[in-house]
């Protein structure tokens, strides 16, 4: 997702991950068997905001998708040209529209509080870090190392609430706030396997570990966000304000 223009010799690219393509296509796998029954079981019925939605985080997933195997292939500008695409039209998209939803959702009316209050505070949680990441990430373009690894992590972001609906596929999984704590806990699980890797390789850089806190704390404190009383001034700012 580099924005820089100088290009390096093709002969000395450094594949990092050579088959992150083949991960990211799980991610989408995981993603619709997540929103299978919630979303395309009744595609027809839903508002105009979720096609939206649901084709903007798509993208993103499927923009990555490309652009491993654009690098591997070492066609350095078309990489770079799709990676402004998606820093500079769909990340923002993704932002606006995930804003949108997250309002509609804080409307919702028959949900138990609880759960709107815990999801809704992931949701904007994430709204506020898949940019600052897409933004490391193209600070950091010229290191791969880090670049690559920040991407990796957007893609980690946004996967709980596909796992969280997926699990609702195993009988013993029937509760809304188990499965968002559980999901959350297999993504920060995935970060310490990355973790792990990193060190089998001889060094841990700070992308995963940075993301692995903060997806923790997050996960953590969501639980108690029904009792905040400055989190319930911010939800009914978001619904009657924004």
């Known amino acids: 997702m580099a924005t ?10 450094a594949v ?6 083949w991960y990211f296509l799980l991610a989408l796998s995981i993603t619709w068997l997540g929103f299978s029954r919630t979303y395309f079981a009744v595609i027809q019925t839903e508002p105009l905001l979720h096609h939206i939605h649901g084709a903007l985080m ?4 499927a923009l990555l998708l490309i652009q491993p195997t654009l690098y591997q292939r070492g066609k350095l500008q078309l990489h770079r040209t799709l ?12 932002v606006i529209c995930g804003a949108l939803m997250e309002r509609r959702m804080i409307r919702t009316q028959g949900a138990p509080p609880n759960v709107i209050d815990q999801l809704a505070f992931l949701d904007l949680a994430s709204l506020i870090l898949f940019p600052l990441l897409v933004l490391l990430s193209i600070y950091f373009a010229r ?6 690894r920040l991407i990796v992590c957007t893609v980690l ?4 609430p596909a796992l969280t609906r997926a699990l609702f596929f195993l009988p013993s999984m ?6 968002v704590n559980v999901s959350e806990a297999i993504v920060d699980l995935v970060l310490l396997i990355l973790m792990i890797d990193d060190k089998r390789r001889g060094r841990i850089r ?8 903060v997806f923790a704390v997050l996960a953590v404190i969501s639980n108690y966000a029904k009792d905040w009383a400055w989190w319930h001034g911010v939800s009914k700012w978001i619904a009657g304000v924004f």
């Not at 798509?58 to 997933?61: D, L």
């Not at 990676?83 to 993704?94: H, S, T």
């Not at 029937?174 to 499965?179: G, H, K, L, V």
């Open 206 to 213: 700070f992308p995963y570990p940075l993301v692995f806190v």
């Open 143 to 148: 290191n791969l190392q880090l670049h690559a």
């Open 4 to 13: 820089t223009t100088t290009l390096p010799d093709k002969s000395k690219l």
């Open 174 to 179: 029937r509760s809304f706030q188990r499965n």
């Open 157 to 160: 972001l946004l996967m709980p």
């Open 83 to 94: 990676g402004r695409w998606g820093v500079y039209v769909l990340m923002p998209a993704i």
């Open 16 to 21: 990092l991950y050579p088959h992150a393509q």
């Open 58 to 61: 798509g993208g993103w997933i």
